[in-house]
């Protein structure tokens, strides 16, 4: 009786000692829902990626998909407050609740989750780090530009990635350290040698902005891996699979065929089960995480699927011509590898 007593008094003490439970996590759909906007955080710099026109709207790859996600959660595209936020303000803008999602070409790494208090639920862009000069310095190769100044911006993976890079292969670099904008200025006033960025980023301020992009030569040699990924943060877990499936479901719909001229004629293909999954059947997985049945048939009507959006943005519809490689479907020889839509 006496052993019974004292377990049961060292059971209170552990209860009552224990540490209180943390808060519930905010929820971010609800107050999405509550405002009637979705606060995405996109940055300028790069037009292909997000740039905001002359008549007040938004442009670019990552200007869609804060689109998609309007439209997932809020049914409507158009449903979108953008935010501008910059390298250094990012992470920032998301902890301190000025935007629900940061859709940038932000590169998930390990340690920013943990860093920042911040998830990368999915990756929708595989990129690598590449270096631009001058076509008047004969160089192809970094070996070739040893001592070289390179413009390059602070806060970014690109900056300790070359750091690194000129350490193991015994170079040395000076380094200019500017914002995006002020990188492209500084380059094209001969200011610094180099200029490095993720290839697309890269291949994109150069056409855009240099009165002619063929002066210029990008090295074949790729630095790094530059897996871009929406930010969310890391106290919503709906939240995260919320984002996490709008980005898998252009994925399935870029690998099954599903583009907005598919939905419009109503091909074969749709007959597919995991496609009537896509397009709002009674097993839709949305159902889970608080989406409304076709959220993801309507997101297609909206934006298209992945593919559509590369190719409008970045590919052949674009001005830059940028080929997919990595990101195409398993199927078509790329890195995208979605889970089953079930």
């Excluded at 007593?5 to 439970?21: E, K, R, S």
């Excluded at 710099?45 to 959660?73: E, K, Y």
């Excluded at 904008?181 to 890269?202: K, M, N």
């Excluded at 934006?303 to 001005?319: C, D, I, M, T």
């Amino acid at each position: 009786m006496i052993r019974l007593v004292w377990i049961v008094g060292v059971l209170l003490l552990v209860v009552v000692g224990a540490p209180a439970q943390a808060a519930p996590a905010s929820d971010t759909l609800d107050k999405v829902r509550a405002r009637g906007l979705l606060n995405c955080g996109v940055m300028t710099g790069t037009p292909a990626f997000s740039q905001q026109q002359p008549d007040g709207a938004w442009h670019g790859f990552f200007a869609d998909w804060c689109r998609a996600l309007a439209v997932a959660v809020l049914d409507d595209a158009r449903a979108v407050h953008f935010i501008q936020v910059t390298p250094a303000t990012r992470f920032k803008a998301l902890t301190e609740l000025q935007v629900d999602v940061v859709m940038s070409n932000t590169t998930w790494t390990l340690s920013r989750e943990y860093q920042y208090q911040v998830r990368f639920p999915a990756i929708y862009l595989y990129d690598g780090q590449a270096i631009a000069t001058r076509k008047d310095t004969r160089w192809h190769t970094l070996a070739q530009a040893n001592q070289a100044t390179v413009c390059v911006e602070p806060n970014s993976t690109s900056h300790a990635n070359l750091q690194e890079y000129a350490q193991r292969n015994n170079l040395n670099f000076n380094y200019l350290a500017l914002n995006q904008q002020g990188i492209i200025t500084a380059f094209l006033e001969h200011r610094c040698d180099l200029i490095t960025d993720d290839r697309i980023a890269l291949t994109a301020n150069l056409k855009t902005t240099a009165s002619n992009d063929q002066d210029y030569v990008v090295f074949a040699e790729t630095l790094s891996r530059e897996p871009l990924a929406p930010m969310v943060r890391a106290d919503d877990e709906r939240w995260q699979r919320i984002v996490r499936m709008v980005v898998q479901a252009l994925l399935v719909a870029d690998e099954k065929g599903v583009s907005r001229d598919a939905l419009k004629q109503n091909r074969e293909r749709l007959s597919d089960p995991e496609v009537q999954r896509l397009l709002g059947s009674e097993d839709d997985p949305g159902q889970f995480v608080g989406l409304s049945r076709g959220w993801a048939r309507r997101m297609i009507e909206a934006v298209g699927n992945y593919g559509e959006l590369f190719a409008r943005h970045l590919g052949a519809q674009s001005s830059l011509q940028m080929p997919r490689l990595l990101n195409r479907p398993w199927s078509r020889g790329g890195l995208f590898y979605a889970p089953p839509f079930r």
